[in-house]
């Protein structure tokens, strides 16, 4: 159901812009996708998604290796809001924060595999957090959460996709960060700043469904999705 749910949206949004729509049929991913993965990004690349692999591929035999390929990577990270439902006042509270929210592992699963203490790692993000210039407690979780879940992570997916061709994206264009960055943080609180910046784009294309939610961007349900999704204690 989701793909077909994609396709519709895509179908929609191609007739809207009158531009032509391609669709790839994949098959099911296979160890030799999530083997070509690892050995491409040596584990910086998160590979429950090596079925990517097969469509980077079908996308480069298509349009060649010249292709400026166009995402809208960093659109998650740029405009959102991501302050929790509480006051930080240490940086201990924003470590086991982080710790407790972006964690794929348990600490002590962590620190299995690295051989370093549960302390030393958490020392090692405190002393981190200490690093970033912000003053304000609040704004070096925000850092965190940019530089570490959203630059690292996303640029490590990135880099993966430029081993077939190159990609570019609106939101890690220098000027737009620097300008989305001094935004009020209040102001992208509940998905605000991105409908608004989706209604001046194109009113039209607000209507259509959004996958993720199965609603149109600003009906009910989708509102409730966000206040749901803002919900971090």
Do not use: C
């Not at 964690?103 to 302390?119: G, K, M």
């Not at 879940?149 to 264009?173: C, I, K, V, Y």
Request: charged letters at 25%; aromatic letters at 12%; a positive charge.
């Amino acid at each position: 159901r989701a793909r077909s749910l994609d396709l519709d949206v895509g179908t929609q949004l191609a007739a809207l812009f009158k531009v032509p729509r391609k669709v790839f049929e994949l098959r099911p991913s296979s160890g030799a996708d999530a083997l070509k993965a690892l050995r491409l990004k040596n584990g910086f690349s998160y590979l429950g998604v090596a079925f990517l692999m097969q469509y980077f591929e079908a996308v480069r035999a298509e349009f060649g290796r010249a292709l400026h390929f166009f995402t809208g990577n960093g659109g998650d990270r740029a405009a959102q809001y991501f302050l929790p439902n509480r006051r930080f006042t240490s940086l201990e509270q924003i470590v086991e924060y982080l710790v407790q929210r972006r964690r794929l592992f348990t600490l002590d699963e962590i620190s299995a595999i690295t051989q370093v203490s549960p302390r030393d790692i958490l020392d090692s993000l405190v002393e981190l957090l200490t690093s970033f210039p912000e003053h304000d407690l609040n704004q070096k979780l925000v850092h965190a959460e940019l530089y570490g879940d959203g630059l690292s992570r996303h640029l490590e997916g990135e880099d993966r996709m430029r081993a077939f061709f190159w990609t570019a994206s609106p939101f890690w264009s220098v000027p737009f960060f620097r300008f989305i960055m001094r935004v009020p943080d209040e102001q992208k609180r509940m998905f605000r700043l991105y409908k608004h910046m989706l209604m001046n784009l194109s009113r039209e294309a607000t209507v259509i469904v959004y996958p993720n939610v199965n609603a149109p961007v600003g009906s009910l349900r989708h509102r409730l999705f966000v206040a749901a999704r803002d919900i971090r204690w």
